[in-house]
């Protein structure tokens, strides 16, 4: 039997939301094809928070690591979507008890929304610290959630996210979860290898295991 491939990265564009003072999507041809051009360039410009994305240390802590420096393995291997599905504002252990197992993975990704908006979402639901804490005590080694963060959108502390910096896990946000059926599967969410960025786009992916 084939394996099923689900694409959970959201379409960048100029109308994708962005967190409120972030820098949107924008694009501009440099050269398009003509007589005298072969090709089409562009030249692109948007936050590394646009879309489904990974967050570098560097975004929540001054001394931390850019996201090219940051080990990809976390970021490819067995996964479980659990569906926490209009539970927020804070994702409490109780809203993720039902599927936590003996053999939970390493990476754990969350549905809140029962479809993703299209705009930006003030009301966002997030972890909160202490469910972060306990999957770390179980061996998870990354979050992700189809939200833009893990933490409240109107946090100014990120307790979510100083919880990930203090006990080494990674996060992948902005995921699109809507199709993906509660189970394991395997994740592929690579970064780019960027030098001093706080951020990556990922083009995140799941796939059945065999």
Known sequence: MPQQLWDISPAIHSASPVFP???????????????????????????????????APLHYAPDGAAIGDVD???????????????????????HLAHAITPDLPERVLVRTYAQAPTGWDADLAAYAPETVERLADLGVRLIGIDTASIDPASSKTLDSHQVIRRRGLRVLENL???????????LIALPLKLTQADASPVRAILRTTP
């Open 21 to 55: 003072g972030d820098t949107p999507y924008s694009q501009q041809w440099c050269a398009t094809i003509s007589p005298d051009c072969p090709v089409n360039v562009s030249a692109i410009t948007l936050s590394p928070h646009v879309g489904a994305h990974a967050d």
């Open 72 to 94: 990809l393995e976390t970021f490819l291997g067995p996964c479980r979507v659990i569906h926490a599905i209009a539970r927020g504002p804070l994702l409490l252990w109780q």
């Open 176 to 186: 699109v979860l809507d199709a993906v059926p509660e189970g394991d599967y395997e």
